[in-house]
């Protein structure tokens, strides 16, 4: 048996955590973890091997800017891919700032349920 594809999603909002939870579900071979905040998110890093991020932009405290700053700074979770998802950030200097980051894409809210499985099985 292979190895599920490990995909955590952060969100200080619940039932967006259960949105993109019951969509990933969709995906065969898929395991889904959940963080409420950038710092569970680091956490969450340590305890398990992590394939992809699904990180929201706005958060209360450690942001996902912020978030995707320590990714950066640790060799274990420098390489994972970080797709920003958001609701509020939408300007080219926005843009850029995550991908200067570190981010590999950008998923507007509300989600469009086909573009994000396209995405993640990209």
Request: glycine share 4%.
């Amino acid at each position: 048996m292979s190895q599920p594809f490990v995909i955590l999603v952060v969100d200080d909002t619940p039932s967006n955590l259960f949105t993109l939870r019951e969509l990933l579900k969709r995906l065969p071979d898929c395991e889904v973890l959940e963080a409420s905040s950038g710092a569970q998110a680091l956490t969450r890093v340590l305890e398990r091997q992590i394939d992809l991020i699904l990180l929201d932009v706005q958060m209360p405290g450690m942001d996902g800017f912020e978030t995707a700053r320590h990714l950066q700074m640790t060799e274990r979770s420098r390489t994972i891919p970080v797709v920003f998802v958001t609701a509020v950030f939408r300007s080219e200097e926005f843009s850029q700032r995550g991908y200067e980051i570190g981010a590999v894409d950008y998923l507007a809210k509300p989600i469009d349920d086909n573009l994000l499985l396209n995405r993640v099985r990209l």
